[in-house]
């Protein structure tokens, strides 16, 4: 089966950049099947700006700013309006979970308005959400 669109969670991104990730491998050998694929990549502003400073915190602003120069060029940008976060913060505040984080929310809900099931990432957290990890 030929997939069309992935969403792409921070845990495949910052795995993509860190050679000492432990998904590293995984996310390099997956990244490079859905560009030959030609898989529509997708995330959020929300994504972008916790990658972002988890990239500059752990590896440096130089990692930050090559993710953003040559990963993000192939990848597009769904913008979270107010109703999609207002959305996500009722989802964050209903589950009450530590380790569910309001980002996780605002990606449940973005993949649910655009109908997107295949997630690029590293977090069971969608899995429980009902989305398919790409492997």
Same mark, same amino acid.
């Given at each position: 089966m030929k997939i069309e669109n992935a969403f792409i969670d921070t845990s495949a991104f910052y795995a993509l950049m860190d050679r000492s990730d432990s998904y590293h491998e995984k996310a390099k050998k997956l990244w490079g099947l859905l560009l030959d694929e030609?898989?529509?990549?997708? =995330?959020? #502003?929300?994504?972008?700006?916790? =990658?972002?400073?988890?990239?500059q915190n752990r590896l440096g602003f130089e990692a930050a700013n090559l993710y953003t120069s040559d990963i993000l060029e192939l *990848?597009?940008?769904?913008? *979270?309006d107010?109703? $999609?976060?207002?959305?996500?913060?009722?989802?964050w505040l209903s589950l009450g979970r530590k380790k569910l984080s309001l980002v996780d929310c605002v990606s449940f809900i973005t993949m649910r308005h655009? $109908?997107?099931? #295949?997630?690029f990432g590293f977090d069971r957290h969608f899995d429980e959400q009902g989305f398919n990890i790409l492997n």
């Amino acid at each position: 089966m030929k997939i069309e669109n992935a969403f792409i969670d921070t845990s495949a991104f910052y795995a993509l950049m860190d050679r000492s990730d432990s998904y590293h491998e995984k996310a390099k050998k997956l990244w490079g099947l859905l560009l030959d694929e030609e898989v529509y990549l997708k =995330t959020t #502003n929300y994504i972008i700006i916790e =990658t972002l400073a988890l990239l500059q915190n752990r590896l440096g602003f130089e990692a930050a700013n090559l993710y953003t120069s040559d990963i993000l060029e192939l *990848v597009d940008i769904l913008w *979270v309006d107010e109703s $999609r976060h207002d959305l996500a913060f009722e989802l964050w505040l209903s589950l009450g979970r530590k380790k569910l984080s309001l980002v996780d929310c605002v990606s449940f809900i973005t993949m649910r308005h655009y $109908r997107l099931e #295949n997630v690029f990432g590293f977090d069971r957290h969608f899995d429980e959400q009902g989305f398919n990890i790409l492997n």
